[in-house]
Every structure is written in structure tokens, then in C-alpha cells.
């Protein structure tokens, strides 16, 4: 063969390589606005085409707050509340219950809100349902709230059908204004019982209590309230106190007092996280 030859097969190889390299390329990167060609479906059963619904396609988080919702979570039943919190350092954890309150509540966010810390709201139902836009800047600013029954009975009174309906309409009426089920409940009072326990639940929450309580429904007056969260901080602890249910200005001017006095003393003010079974 002669290398003119050689020289002119060489030319007709690289060619043709260059053209379906092209052809592979256009296939990956479609830059028109005319769509491809559709490809024969493979033999068989013919396919047909389902319109993607958005969710098909639309981005979903890996990560987030709270159990994966297609994964489902058992709640324990126990036979007493949880009266502390665990976490690193000196973690406190502060309670507000029975609102929520427009005379009180919306000082009680506002003072937590100016020193960027969180805190746990058990609210009534019946509170709740005149006061969903209160629940809604709850969510917003990062609070937790909780089940304190619908209008604050004395549990260990009723029959376990009437706990259900106080313990689920509250929850329907936080999931609506709130925009997620309770995760906790508190029994007013203090009173649990058995059903109390069971009820709660199978409604997916835990039980807490707390471990500080400032007395504040009494009306001691706002020094009182103040010293008694100061002299009671400690790592784990759980403070009481009350934004509805009577006069509250006191526990409103108390917070604004330990608030930033336990901060400058080391404490991180903060809201539990469930731990799943």
C-alpha cells in the first residue's frame, strides 16, 4: 500500500471518529429549542406516559427537626413526667403556661426575642383558638409549643374519654395555628395519672414537668419571682411560670430581670429536643 494511501484511510478514520464524537455530544448537551426525537420504547407492553406530579421532582431536604415524617416514631408511655432536660453546660430551660395571653404573651416574646433565646409555651386549646396569631409568631421565632389540655381541668376528675378530647382538640387547634402537632403536654396542675400517661402517648407526646416553679400565679410580686429562678438555676432545670390565667404584668417584669442575669452568669437558655424510640 502506498503512503499516499495511508495518509488518505488515516484522514477518513479520524473523520469519521470526529463526527460521532459531535453526534455524542449534541445528544448530552440538547442547546435547541426543538426537542430530540423520541426513542422506541423497548418491546413489550406498551409505555405509558404518567405527567409528573410536582412532588416528583421538586427538591426534598436530607435533613431537618424532628423525625423523618415517612419513618414513624413510638412515644413511650411513662409513669412520671420528666422534671429535667439533659444538655452540655449549664442548659436551662423556661416554661410559660396556660396562654396564650394578648395582655401578657406578646412582652414575654418580645423580651425573649431582644435576648435571641427560645423557650416552651404549654398552651390551652381554648386560649389558643382566640389567639392563633400568637402561635403563629411562636413558630416563627423558633418556641416551642406544647399541650396543655383545652380548658385546664383537673385530669385526674375525668374519664379517659374526656382526657382524649381535651388532650386532641388542643392539639388539632396548635397544629392549625402552630403549624405542627405538639410534641410535649403538661398536665395542669401537676395532676397526672395513668391515662394522663397513655393518652398522651399515643398522641405522640412526652410528658414534662419542671424542677423550678416561681410561684408566680400567687402574685408574690416581682423580686420574689426573680430571686426564685436565680437561686433555683441550675444545668437541667425546667422553669414554671405562667403568661395567662390572671394578672401576669409581675411574671413579664420578672423575666426581663433573670433573663439577662442568668445569661451573664453562663447559662444557655434553650428548648429540648425529643429523642425517639
Known amino acids: 500500500m502506498k ?13 469519521g471518529a470526529a ?4 453526534a455524542g455530544t449534541a445528544g448530552l448537551l440538547t442547546l435547541g429549542k426543538e426537542p430530540a426525537a423520541p426513542v422506541a420504547p423497548a418491546s413489550g407492553a406498551p409505555a405509558h406516559r404518567v405527567p409528573m406530579k410536582p412532588s416528583a421532582y421538586r427538591l426534598q431536604p436530607l435533613t431537618g427537626y424532628g423525625p423523618p415524617r415517612s419513618a414513624p416514631h413510638r412515644t ?15 442548659t436551662m430551660v ?5 396562654g396564650p395571653d394578648p395582655r401578657y404573651t406578646p412582652d414575654i416574646l418580645d423580651t425573649l426575642r431582644s435576648y435571641d433565646v427560645r423557650a416552651m409555651f404549654f398552651v390551652c386549646g381554648e386560649m389558643a383558638s382566640c389567639n392563633q396569631d400568637l402561635l403563629a409568631r411562636m413558630a416563627d ?12 381541668p383537673l385530669l385526674t376528675r375525668l374519664s379517659r374519654s374526656r382526657i382524649r378530647d381535651e388532650m386532641e382538640r388542643t392539639c388539632d387547634v396548635i397544629e392549625e395555628a402552630y403549624g405542627d402537632r405538639p410534641e410535649w403536654f403538661r398536665a395542669p396542675y401537676g395532676a397526672w395519672n395513668r ?8 398522641l405522640g407526646m412526652e410528658p414534662l414537668a419542671w424542677t423550678v416553679d416561681t410561684l408566680d400565679w400567687t402574685t408574690p410580686g416581682t423580686r420574689t419571682i426573680t430571686r426564685r429562678v436565680e437561686n433555683g438555676a441550675a444545668p437541667g432545670v425546667v422553669v414554671l411560670s405562667h403568661d395567662a390565667g390572671g394578672d401576669r404584668s409581675q411574671s413579664v417584669r420578672a423575666l426581663r430581670d433573670y433573663l439577662p442575669q442568668l445569661l ?6 434553650t428548648v429540648p429536643r425529643r429523642h425517639y424510640a
Do not use: C, M
Request: charged share 20%; no cysteine; hydrophobic share 40%.
Open 94 to 98: 423556661l416554661t410559660f403556661d396556660d
Open 3 to 15: 503512503k499516499d494511501q495511508l495518509f488518505s484511510r488515516r484522514r477518513v478514520l479520524i473523520a
Open 195 to 202: 391515662a394522663a400517661f397513655q393518652l398522651g402517648a399515643e
Open 76 to 90: 413511650l408511655v411513662r409513669h412520671e413526667p420528666l422534671l429535667q432536660v439533659s444538655g452540655r453546660g449549664r
Open 19 to 22: 463526527a460521532v464524537g459531535a
Open 141 to 152: 421565632e423558633g418556641h416551642v409549643v406544647g399541650n396543655h389540655t383545652w380548658s385546664h
Open 264 to 269: 451573664d452568669s453562663g447559662y444557655h437558655i
